[in-house]
């Protein structure tokens, strides 16, 4: 009896003792905590390290030029010999495209969802829109190829090809004729504004409900109407939060794969015109590099690998700077 | 001053009252008819924007609803070219691979979340957040590119611990947000009610904040889940696909062999596996009618799971929103 709680006393000492030393465990659960949180950062830059890494021997082969828009584009993995400019033309052209038709859209539905629309409407309308970005791309990509492409990509492609095509100069852009199952780079475009215009949306909705009221009370007390308050006051007064969004949806537009993959019709010739198919970044890796032929065929893959993450990387840090600034802007303004 | 000052920059803005243009009868009839007009212009879009969402859904229910039988959801895939058969494999890896992506990712998440939601304003808080907003902007395919390189390379073979890896980095930062959202949201009161009663700041994480955001935290997951389940991109070189995948079986064989369970799942993550985003992808590339006909099945399939969790997700982040909102 008298060992047993001689045991018990020794045994509660020593965790009164760690307890102490460990400020009651909250020591090591801060470290805890801290090296996850940590963990987030190092994954973030082990990607790039790795990328950098693993395209050591196409870097060091091919230079800047693998990059460059100048010079003969080949991409020729029996002769060994990549250069990466008409991938990076084509992920460029498709966002582009996307970006020009989801920006309307989506400012268009902020506007209605934080300024005009009845608050009971609000949420399902926002759960919808939320929705379209739910949907797998890989559905969109099937739902493009048997149902959106012929529908309406090829009809609208061999329209333009008759009307913008035949113009001297615009032909440059419009030349058709457009392919009968409608793959082209407009398709992937227009499947990539559908897919982006949730992202501007909601990141603009949010922009436009942080703007402090008496923003509007003003504007509207001067004789403004509404839509006048919204183009002159609110839009400005959001402008780089909005421009931020719009840049959170290029780098989405940037990187998406499986959609583009599937509509784009994957090959590169010379023509730059938005009706014809294209090969974008994205659907280069996507297709090649599970069976990459040589060594160097896949380091190229990798290196294309690393030029999108460090463009999606740099986009990134651009709009959540202008997002985060807006946002610090109304604490402040909060607070005045 | 500074705070006064855009509101002032903005208002000069304004139009300045000239006659034509703020008091003539057409001046003001135009206008006002700009503002309808404009108006019921963003009020259409938003309803043009919602055409795809129900083109999708409605298309893929008609679609997917005629070639969706029990068979699909039981049966191994046929040979190339035969009717009939189904993607049972595809099922069990996307559960194989959303299960283990689950188990790798919400550990680290969740503590990092901890950090980031009561030490927002340290350098490390800061750049938590900071990382975990780009971290949500790589592109799926650069984070498969990387599961290869971390995994598969390292290993010499494909398999679904490599898709796990590269699934659970998609979800990582979805976790770190919604989490850190959902601990914001619990009332101060109650964590320093709990730290002045003298309880370390590790029991009153754990046993008082974190119950209390429990259900948003679980629909984070929850979301989280669903977006890497329909992920296609990170597992084409990582899980690269397996139309011979067999849990059942699996299991059934290891037992026999005297295995036990935990050796059994070891093993089985070795193996290269399917999943239904993976398998749909495949089937498109297929000249096989009878395949592109399960392939809308399969989306059929994978939309009903997606959509219903985030349906019901997004519902009761909304109420507990609302909730705290009004207190």
């Known amino acids: 009896m008298q060992k047993l709680s001689t045991q018990k006393s020794n045994q509660s000492s020593v965790f009164a003792l760690i307890s102490r030393i460990t400020e009651h465990g909250d020591i090591p659960w801060r470290m805890l905590i801290m090296a996850m949180a940590l963990l987030v950062i190092v994954l973030m830059l082990a990607i790039g390290a790795l990328l950098f890494r693993d395209s050591a021997i196409a870097r060091a082969q091919f230079g800047w030029a693998f990059i460059s828009p100048f010079g003969e584009s080949s991409w020729d993995p029996v002769g060994d010999h990549f250069r990466a400019w008409p991938f990076i033309f084509g992920t460029i052209i498709t966002s582009l495209i996307a970006i020009v038709i989801a920006i309307p859209f989506s400012v268009g539905i902020a506007i209605f969802l934080a300024e005009l629309c009845p608050p009971w409407l609000r949420s399902p309308l926002s759960l919808m829109v939320e929705l379209l970005a739910a949907i797998p791309s890989v559905v969109y990509g099937l739902w493009g190829i048997f149902v959106f492409l012929p529908l309406v990509v090829a009809p609208s492609g061999t329209f333009l090809a008759d009307t913008l095509g035949v113009i001297p100069g615009l032909d440059l852009i419009f030349a058709g004729p457009i392919s009968p199952s409608g793959a082209s780079r407009l398709a992937a475009g227009m499947i990539l504004a559908i897919m982006i215009i949730p992202t501007i949306a909601a990141v603009s909705r949010d922009v436009f409900m942080a703007i402090p009221p008496s923003q509007r009370e003003a504007s509207l007390a001067m004789g403004a109407t509404r839509w006048e308050t919204i183009w002159k006051v609110l839009i400005p007064y959001g402008l780089s939060g909005i421009l931020g969004a719009i840049i959170l949806g290029l780098g989405r537009a940037l990187g998406e794969t499986m959609a583009v993959t599937m509509v784009i019709g994957n090959s590169i010739e010379g023509s730059t015109s938005l009706l014809r198919p294209g090969y974008t970044m994205s659907s280069v890796i996507a297709n090649e590099f599970a069976e990459a032929v040589s060594a160097l065929h896949s380091q190229a893959l990798v290196e294309i690998a690393l030029v999108l993450f460090f463009m999606t990387l740099i986009l990134n840090m651009i709009a959540r700077l202008l997002v985060w600034r807006v946002a610090r802007r109304n604490a402040q303004e909060a607070r005045a | ?327």
């Open chain 2, 1 to 327: 001053m500074t705070a006064a000052s855009p509101s002032i920059s903005t208002l000069t803005s304004l139009p300045a009252p000239q006659k034509h243009y703020i008091s003539g009868r057409a001046g003001y009839a135009r206008r006002k008819f700009t503002n309808s007009f404009m108006l019921g212009l963003t009020g259409a879009m938003t309803l043009l924007a919602l055409v795809p969402l129900f083109w999708i859904i409605g298309y893929v229910m008609y679609k997917g609803g005629q070639y969706i039988n029990l068979d699909l959801l039981t049966q191994l895939p046929k040979p190339v070219g035969m009717v009939g058969g189904g993607v049972l494999h595809a099922i069990e890896g996307t559960l194989l691979l959303t299960v283990l992506a689950a188990i790798i990712a919400i550990p680290p998440g969740l503590l990092a979340a901890f950090y980031a939601a009561y030490h927002p304003n340290t350098p490390l808080g800061v750049a938590l957040r900071f990382g975990t907003d780009v971290l949500s902007g790589v592109p799926s395919i650069v984070i498969g590119i990387f599961g290869y390189a971390l995994v598969v390379k390292t290993q010499g073979h494909y398999s679904a611990l490599a898709g796990g890896v590269a699934m659970a980095i998609i979800m990582l930062p979805t976790i770190v947000r919604t989490t850190e959202e959902m601990l914001k949201l619990v009332p101060h009161t109650l964590r320093e009610g709990s730290l002045a009663l003298g309880s370390p700041e590790w029991r009153t994480s754990l046993k008082v904040t974190f119950p209390a955001a429990m259900s948003g935290i679980v629909t984070g997951f929850m979301l989280a889940l669903a977006r890497a389940s329909g992920e296609t991109a990170p597992l084409l070189f990582t899980a690269l696909g397996n139309d011979r995948f067999e849990m059942g079986k699996m299991i059934q064989n290891g037992l026999h062999a005297g295995q036990s369970l935990p050796a059994i799942f070891l093993n089985m993550l070795q193996q290269p596996v399917d999943s239904l985003p993976l398998t749909l992808y495949k089937y498109t590339q297929q000249p096989d009618v009878s395949r592109i006909n399960q392939s809308w099945a399969v989306a059929f399939v994978l939309m009903v799971l997606v959509l219903t969790i985030n349906i019901i997700a997004r519902v009761i982040v909304e109420r507990r929103m609302a909730k705290s909102r009004g207190k």
